[in-house]
């Protein structure tokens, strides 16, 4: 049973994929069929897709940027909790993995962690509580300083509405089959699904090889090249190969993953990137370890920064 949950969960990690595409345009060349598709794909997987539309074009435009980006912004040795005298045990980082990877994403969503510092909106004060929903940077509220404009702000109330109808046919559903069997069938290849995304991302832009930029040296095409291609064996299908060609994605994130293999090689064949491509082949699990483990904040005094370790910091 274990074993059919994860297959689902794999499966389904490629609608997650799909849906990506939608809101990149990728999907189709009409935009009201790329968000109709991919508003009901990720809505189904719990995930807000104007919200997500919005803030994934921030990453792509900003990505290693550390004022800007909007995912997996790493710790500086200002903000990284550099203090302790011990590193941590191998069983504490283990702990804080698994939560990293089951609730990472959620946590994204409702409290956009991980991301770059938001700057409060200009203007006049607010009080009470919409002071506190400008303050709540949350892809569920339309009320934050992630949005720019009022057509941001309906598209959250949208994805929000969609959300709602969703919930609701899983409570139908839950009423008619068992909550048992929408646990079985849902929520558990769901978390799975969760797992594999973060797993992706984190180690498409958290690697020894991956330079951060400040401001004066940040360039988008810098940032863009800044990712890493892994294999992820048979799992390159069922995810439609968004591992193993990121950095094409990056630079031309329209092309859709079924030309995603043939544009990386004619890429790769003219040599232009041939001096900054990164291309890791260590297995994902291990790579992943060793990140976690090993890339432990960057410097905030130097305009291109790397990963350190623990241990870096005690020298």
């Known amino acids: 049973m274990v074993s059919v949950l994860v297959c689902n969960g794999n499966s ?10 939608c809101g990149h345009q990728a999907f189709s060349p009409s935009l009201f069929v790329n968000d109709a598709v991919g508003c009901v794909l990720h809505t189904m997987l719990l995930v807000p897709y104007w919200s997500w539309k919005y803030s994934h074009s921030q990453h792509h435009a900003n990505a290693n940027s550390m004022e800007k980006d909007s995912v997996f912004v790493p710790r500086t040795d200002l903000t990284a909790n550099l203090k302790k ?22 946590m994204y969503l409702l409290i ?14 607010s009080t009470g509580v919409f002071r506190f929903l400008e303050k709540w940077n949350s892809h569920f ?5 992630l949005w720019r404009s009022r057509g941001q702000k309906i598209g959250v109330v949208a994805s929000d509405v969609a959300l709602f109808v969703w919930a609701w046919v899983l409570y139908r559903l839950s009423l008619k089959f ?17 797992f594999w995304l973060v797993t992706i991302t984190y180690l498409q832009h958290t690697d020894w090889a991956v330079p951060k930029y400040y ?3 940040w360039t988008w095409l810098r940032g863009a090249l800044g990712t890493v291609d892994r294999d992820f064996g048979l799992l390159n299908i069922l995810h439609h190969h968004i591992g193993d060609t990121h950095v094409l994605h ?15 090689k004619a890429l790769l064949d003219s040599h232009l990137i041939d001096e900054y491509y990164l291309c890791d082949p260590t297995p994902w699990y291990a790579a992943l370890w060793r990140s976690y483990t090993q890339c432990w904040y960057v410097r ?11 241990k870096a910091k005690l020298n």
Not at 12 to 21: F, L, N, S
Not at 250 to 260: E, G, N, V
Not at 300 to 307: G, K, R, S, Y
Request: glycine letters at 4%; one cysteine or more.
């Open 12 to 21: 389904v990690d490629g609608v997650w994929v799909i849906a990506h595409e």
């Open 85 to 106: 005298k011990r590193e941590p045990s191998a069983f504490q980082r283990l702990i804080n993995l698994a939560r990293m990877l089951l609730v990472g994403w959620i």
């Open 300 to 310: 905030h005094d130097q305009p291109i920064t790397w990963f350190e370790s623990f």
């Open 250 to 264: 990056h630079i031309f994130s329209q092309i859709p993953h079924y030309h995603a293999q043939e544009a990386t």
């Open 215 to 217: 401001n004066e040296k």
């Open 112 to 125: 956009n962690a991980a991301s770059s510092k938001v700057d409060a909106k200009k203007g006049k004060k």
């Open 178 to 194: 068992g909550v048992l069997a929408v646990l079985k069938h849902y929520f558990f290849p769901y978390l799975w699904v969760n």
């Open 141 to 145: 509220n339309p009320f934050c300083n």
